[in-house]
């Protein structure tokens, strides 16, 4: 069947008081700009012709009254500052948004197929925001999928009360971070009827900008009064995981600036630094990555999913389990920085998995 799927991207609609609109393609010549550094790469790169991405910044330099682009003879294009700052809101809002805006495209997908070839099972799967779970509804073709996106206590909540048939987990392979991550949510693992599906290992630690590199070394740095931070939200793992690690050195976060602005995933911390609204934030190697910032590794975690043992024969959880161990995802998995297979598919226990960790 051919397989039909919504998606949703957010975009900025500037707008003035006499109703002029400015075109959003704007956002994507200025990225094109940003990267290429000559109009007409640029213009190429956003699919319109020379004199239309011309006309779309004279156009925008009429509407701000300031310069969008800075043209030298030699020196190719260049964003202006207000360029930057236009680009890096709309990539912003993305990041802080796509969670949410995707959780709700898998929702509205779901219907879709469902309305089109008749009711079927769908599996539905809570999770932390991450960039490998967010590769499996790319493969809807092997396994239906219901993404919600959610921090873990929310994802253990929907699998216990049935909501959910699977929920991601993630916690350190350092075992004694790990006891620790354990005791916290032990209250919600029932560790007798939960089976785990192993999935991946990630690495965590300090997403910095490149002309921090010589200030920014560790956490200790994190304290000095010139560096700014921007933290992750409080119910997220990641945010869980920071503080067991400043726990470990003796440092509070009230010691450190800017811990209490939060931001909602890894992407978005990541293009909060990038912006240069922060001087340093904590995430995945991968989300530093994309947006070409240093990264110091500070811990390895597994990210596994989990279900109750009695829904592993269920059709689409083999089918789910066989697609994360298939040539076609490892490779995907295999070009995200700072991520690596970690038996995928297979399925163990919590205390197998914690004992390998020990040995």
Same mark, same amino acid.
């Given at each position: 069947m051919h397989r039909k799927k919504l998606q949703i991207s957010p975009a900025w609609l500037f707008k003035s008081e006499t109703g002029e609109l400015l075109d959003p393609t704007l956002f994507r010549l200025l990225k094109s700009v940003r990267d290429s550094g000559k109009l007409t790469l640029a213009a190429q790169q956003a699919g319109i012709s020379y004199r239309h991405a011309w006309n779309l910044f004279k156009r925008g330099n009429d509407f701000f009254g300031l310069p969008l682009v800075v043209m030298r003879k030699g020196h190719g294009t260049q964003l202006s500052p207000l360029?930057? #700052?236009? +680009?890096? =809101?709309?990539? $912003?809002? #993305?990041?802080?948004?796509?969670p949410q805006i995707d959780s709700m495209a898998s929702e509205l997908n779901t219907e879709l197929q469902q309305l089109l070839a008749g009711a079927h099972p769908v599996l539905r799967l809570h999770a932390s925001h991450g960039y490998a779970v967010a590769l499996l509804p790319d493969f809807s073709d092997r396994v239906e999928l219901d993404l919600q996106y959610t921090n873990p206590t929310e994802a253990l909540s929907a699998l216990a009360s049935g909501e959910s048939d699977l @929920? =991601? *987990? /993630? *916690? &350190?392979?350092? &075992?004694?971070?790990?006891? $620790?991550?354990? @005791?916290?949510?032990? /209250?919600? +693992?029932d560790l007798e009827n939960l089976r785990v599906v192993r999935f991946v290992t990630r690495e965590q630690g300090l997403i910095i900008r490149r002309d921090s590199h010589e200030a920014i070394t560790? +956490?200790?740095d994190l304290t000095r009064p010139d560096i700014r931070f921007i933290n992750r939200n409080r119910n997220s793992g990641t945010r869980t995981l920071f503080s067991l690690l400043l726990d470990e050195r003796g440092i509070s976060e009230s010691q450190i600036r800017g811990a209490e602005r939060e931001e909602f995933t890894h992407t978005a911390v990541a293009a909060y630094v990038a912006a240069g609204m922060a001087d340093a934030g904590f995430g995945v190697e991968a989300a530093a990555a994309q947006f070409g910032l240093e990264f110091i590794n500070l811990a390895t975690e597994h990210y596994l999913l989990m279900c109750h043992e009695q829904r592993l024969q269920q059709r689409n959880v083999r089918q789910l389990r066989a697609l994360m161990g298939s040539p076609e995802f490892l490779a995907e998995i295999d070009k995200l920085p700072g991520y690596n297979p970690d038996h995928c598919g297979e399925i163990c226990t919590f205390a197998e998995l914690l004992d390998s960790d020990r040995h």
């Open positions: 360029g930057e #700052k236009l +680009l890096w =809101s709309e990539q $912003r809002i #993305k990041a802080r948004l796509g @929920a =991601s *987990f /993630h *916690f &350190p392979a350092c &075992p004694q971070l790990a006891d $620790r991550v354990m @005791a916290l949510y032990e /209250h919600q +693992l560790g +956490l200790a």
